[in-house]
C-alpha cells in the first residue's frame, strides 16, 4: 500500500527530527494499516461538522470483518462522533453534517436511498450508560426482532430472547424474572442487557461507546470477556478511555487526536512499537 | 496555631448567626404557608356556612284535592287538555281548605303565595304518574315559595327575616310550624332541574349538562391537536428560526386574557363560520383555543423530560422517529400530558368571560341534550345567580360554587391518582 508506505516515512521523518513536534500539521496522514482486504466497513476521506466546527477531518480507515477495533485518544478527540457516523446517529443531532463515504459491504450509508432504519438494524449500537427501556427484560429484548418482523410466532422471540441473553452471558441471572422491569438490574447487568438487545437483531456490526466507562472493574471484566466472544461472529468497534482495555479486546487500534486519525495498526504494534511520536505520547502518558 | 483558633472562633461565632437566619427564613415559610391556607379556608368556611342551605328547601303539608272539574278536564289521556288545565287551582284550593278562615282577595292572594307558583305543575306530573289519585284527596309536601323559605331557615336560626312577607303571612308559617305542616327536606329541584325565574325552583342541572357537554368537546379537540403539536415541535420539527417563532407565540398565547379569545369566538365561529351562538359547540371550540397553549406546553414540558438517552437506545436498535415517540416517548410523557390536561380542563370549567361573548349567558330554562342545544355553564350560572336580585339566590349562588368546586377537586384528584397509576408501572 503505497499511501501506508508514505505516512510510515513522514511519521520516520518527523521521528528523526531533534524537536519533538506534538503539534498537528494541516498535512497531517493517518500512518499504519488502516486498509484491509474485503473490509465489512470503509470510510473515505470523512469529514464532520457541528454548525461550523469541525469535529472530525480526512478520516479513512477499514474496519475487517470479525475484528475487533478500539478506538482511542484524548477526550474531544472525535472518536465518539466517529463512531456515532458509522450508523448515522449522529443524524438526530442539529446542525451535525457528515461528508465523504461511509461504505458497509460496499454501499454508501449516506446514500439518500439508504433507510437508517435498514441500517441501525444491521449496525447496532451500544451506549455509554447503559439505557434500557423501562420495560420489562423480555421486552427489551424483543423489542428490536418486534418492530423488524423477525420472529413469525411467539415460539421464535422466546428463542431469539433467549438466545440473545446466552450470547450476553445474562441468561442464568435473569431466567427467572424476565418480566420484570430492566431497570431494576445492576449497572454492569443493564449493560449486558443492552448488549444483549443489539445483538437479538442479528446485526453484523456491533458499535460501542466507551460501554465500561460506567461501571465496575469486575462489571467491566465481564463485558470485556463478552467482547471477546461476540467477535467471534460479530464485527466490534469500540470507543475507549482505557487503553489496558483497548490493548486485552481489541485487535487493531486506532489512535484519534484533534479530529484526525494518527494511526492505526495492530493492537499489540500500538501498544509496544507505536509509529507515530503522538501515538507515543499518548499511551506512555505525556498528556490525554 | 492561634491563627487556626481564631478562625474556628469565627467560624463558631458565624454558627449561631447563621442558624437564626436559617430559623427566619423558615417561620417566613410557615407564614407563608398559614396565610395561604387561611385563605382557603376563609374561602370554603364562607362558601358552606352561606350555601349549604340551598341543599335543604322548605315544603308545605296540604291536602291536595285532585277534582277533575275544579280541573276542567275529563280525561287524563288527552295531552290538550292536561295542557290547558288550571293545574294552579288545585293548590289554591287546598290552601284555602288549610287556611278556611282566610277571606277577602288581598288576604287570598297572600295565602295563594304560601306556595311555589311551580307546585300546580309539579302535582301535574305526579297525577300523570299515579292517574287513579284523580278525584282523591292525597296529603302531600308542596315546595314553598323562596320568600317563605328564606324566612323559615332564617327564623330557624334565630334571626328572621321577614321583609318581604306580611304580617298575615308570619302569622300562618307560625301556625304550620306549630301544627308541624311546614318543615326542610332535600332539596332535589337543585341537583334535577334547570335555571327558572323562581329561585325555589332553580337548579343547576342544565348547567352541570352544559358545563359536561363543552368541556367534553374541549377535551376531544384540544388534547388530540395540543398532544399532535406537542410531539411534531419536539420530535420532528427541525430547530429554526421559524419554530422559535411558533414557540414564541404560543406561550404568548397562553397569556392571552380569555375575553380576547372569547371575542375571536364571536368574530370567527358565530359571524363567519354561522355557528349557532349559546351551544357548547361554539363554547367548546372557544375554549379549545384557550386550553391549547396550556396543553401544548405541558405536554411539551413531558416529552422533554423523557431522558434522551431511551430515544438513542430505540433509534439505536433501528426503530423509525415515529416508533420511537410511539412506543417510547409517548407511554413516559403520557402521565404528564394528561395531567396538563386535566389541568386544562379545569381551567377550561371555571372560565366565565370568553362565554359572555359568544351567548352562553342567556336564560336557560332546559336542560341541554347534545351539542346544539342551548346551554349555560356553571360558573356562568353563578354569574347569573350572583346577579339575581331574590335574596334566595344568594344561598344558591353559593351552593352552586360548592358543585364547582367539589368538580374541581375531583378533576384535580383524577389527575394526581392517573400520574400514580401510570407512572407506577416501572
Known amino acids: 500500500m503505497k499511501e501506508a508506505t508514505a505516512a510510515t516515512k513522514t511519521a520516520k521523518d518527523s521521528k528523526s527530527s531533534p524537536k519533538q513536534n506534538l503539534e498537528v500539521d494541516q498535512a497531517q496522514v493517518t500512518v499504519g494499516n488502516r486498509f484491509c482486504e474485503n473490509p465489512k466497513m470503509s470510510m473515505r476521506d470523512v469529514n464532520v461538522f457541528y454548525g461550523d466546527k469541525q469535529a472530525i477531518y480526512d478520516v479513512s480507515v477499514d474496519i475487517a470483518k470479525n475484528e475487533v477495533i478500539a478506538m482511542i485518544g484524548p477526550s474531544g478527540c472525535g472518536k465518539s462522533t466517529f463512531l456515532r457516523s458509522l450508523n448515522r446517529m449522529n443524524d438526530t443531532v442539529d446542525g451535525c453534517k457528515v461528508e465523504g463515504e461511509v461504505l458497509l459491504d460496499g454501499d454508501n450509508i449516506y446514500h439518500k436511498n439508504l433507510d437508517v432504519v435498514e441500517l441501525r438494524a444491521r449496525v447496532g449500537m451500544v451506549f455509554q450508560k447503559p439505557n434500557p427501556f423501562p420495560k420489562s427484560i423480555f421486552e427489551n429484548i424483543a423489542y428490536g426482532p418486534k418492530i423488524h418482523g423477525l420472529a413469525d410466532s411467539r415460539v421464535d422471540l422466546d428463542e431469539i430472547v433467549e438466545g440473545s441473553l446466552k450470547k450476553a452471558g445474562l441468561w442464568e441471572e435473569v431466567k427467572e424474572r424476565l418480566h420484570q422491569p430492566g431497570t431494576g438490574l445492576s449497572g454492569g447487568q443493564q449493560q449486558r442487557l443492552c448488549i444483549a438487545r443489539a445483538i437479538a437483531v442479528s446485526p453484523e456490526v456491533i458499535l460501542m461507546d466507551e460501554p465500561c466507562s460506567a461501571l465496575d472493574p469486575i462489571a467491566t471484566a465481564r463485558i470485556e470477556e463478552l467482547i471477546e466472544e461476540l467477535s467471534q461472529n460479530f464485527t466490534i468497534a469500540i470507543v475507549t478511555h482505557s487503553m489496558q482495555q483497548a490493548a486485552r479486546v481489541s485487535n487493531r487500534t486506532a489512535y484519534f487526536h484533534l479530529g484526525k486519525l494518527i494511526e492505526v495498526n495492530p493492537t499489540e504494534q500500538v501498544f509496544t512499537m507505536p509509529e507515530h511520536q503522538l501515538t507515543e505520547a499518548y499511551i506512555t502518558g505525556r498528556f490525554g | ?426
Open chain 2, 1 to 426: 496555631m492561634s491563627n487556626s483558633m481564631d478562625n474556628l472562633q469565627k467560624i463558631k461565632n458565624s454558627l449561631k448567626r447563621r442558624s437564626r437566619s436559617e430559623t427566619r427564613f423558615r417561620l417566613y415559610g410557615r407564614v407563608a404557608i398559614a396565610i395561604g391556607l387561611a385563605a382557603v379556608l376563609a374561602l370554603f368556611v364562607d362558601i358552606v356556612s352561606k350555601g349549604h342551605g340551598a341543599f335543604k328547601a322548605t315544603y308545605i303539608q296540604v291536602d291536595v284535592h285532585y277534582d277533575a272539574d275544579l280541573l276542567g278536564i275529563t280525561s287524563l289521556a288527552d295531552e290538550s287538555q292536561l295542557m290547558q288545565a288550571n293545574w294552579d287551582a288545585l293548590t289554591k284550593s287546598a290552601l284555602r281548605n288549610k287556611f278556611s278562615e282566610v277571606s277577602g282577595r288581598r288576604d287570598k292572594r297572600q295565602l295563594y303565595k304560601l306556595l311555589s307558583n311551580g307546585t300546580g305543575f309539579d302535582l301535574k306530573e305526579h297525577l300523570v304518574v299515579n292517574p287513579l289519585l284523580l278525584g282523591e284527596t292525597e296529603s302531600k309536601w308542596l315546595l314553598a315559595d323562596d320568600d317563605i323559605d328564606t324566612y323559615y331557615k332564617s327564623w330557624l336560626d334565630g334571626e328572621p327575616y321577614d321583609a318581604r312577607l306580611s304580617k298575615k303571612q308570619v302569622e300562618w308559617i307560625d301556625q304550620l310550624h306549630q301544627q308541624g305542616h311546614i318543615r326542610l327536606q332535600l332539596n332535589t329541584n337543585l341537583l334535577t332541574r334547570g335555571d327558572s325565574r323562581e329561585p325555589e325552583q332553580a337548579g343547576i342541572y342544565g348547567a352541570v349538562m352544559g358545563s359536561l357537554l363543552t368541556l367534553m368537546l374541549t377535551l376531544m379537540l384540544s388534547f388530540p391537536i395540543g398532544v399532535a403539536a406537542a410531539i411534531y415541535l419536539e420530535e420532528f420539527a427541525s430547530k429554526n428560526r421559524f419554530t422559535d417563532f411558533i414557540e414564541v407565540n404560543i406561550n404568548n398565547l397562553a397569556a392571552v386574557p380569555s375575553i380576547i379569545f372569547g371575542l375571536l369566538g364571536l368574530a370567527v365561529f358565530i359571524n363567519f363560520f354561522h355557528v349557532p351562538r349559546s351551544v357548547p359547540i361554539v363554547g367548546g371550540l372557544v375554549l379549545t383555543l384557550m386550553t391549547l397553549p396550556t396543553i401544548i406546553i405541558t405536554s411539551r414540558a413531558a416529552i422533554k423530560s423523557v431522558p434522551p438517552s431511551i430515544r438513542e437506545a430505540a433509534l439505536g436498535m433501528g426503530a423509525s422517529r415515529y416508533q420511537v415517540v410511539l412506543h417510547h416517548v409517548l407511554p413516559l410523557a403520557l402521565p404528564g400530558m394528561l395531567t396538563g390536561a386535566i389541568i386544562g380542563m379545569a381551567q377550561a370549567l371555571g372560565e366565565t368571560a370568553p362565554l359572555l361573548m359568544i351567548g352562553m349567558v342567556a336564560f336557560i330554562v332546559d336542560i341541554p341534550q347534545g351539542f346544539t342545544d342551548p346551554a349555560t355553564v356553571l360558573p356562568v350560572q353563578i354569574f347569573l345567580w350572583a346577579d339575581s336580585p331574590e335574596r334566595a339566590f344568594i344561598e344558591k349562588t353559593s351552593a352552586a360554587i360548592m358543585v364547582l368546586l367539589s368538580f374541581l377537586l375531583i378533576m384535580n384528584i383524577s389527575a394526581v391518582w392517573l400520574r400514580k397509576r401510570l407512572e407506577r408501572r416501572w
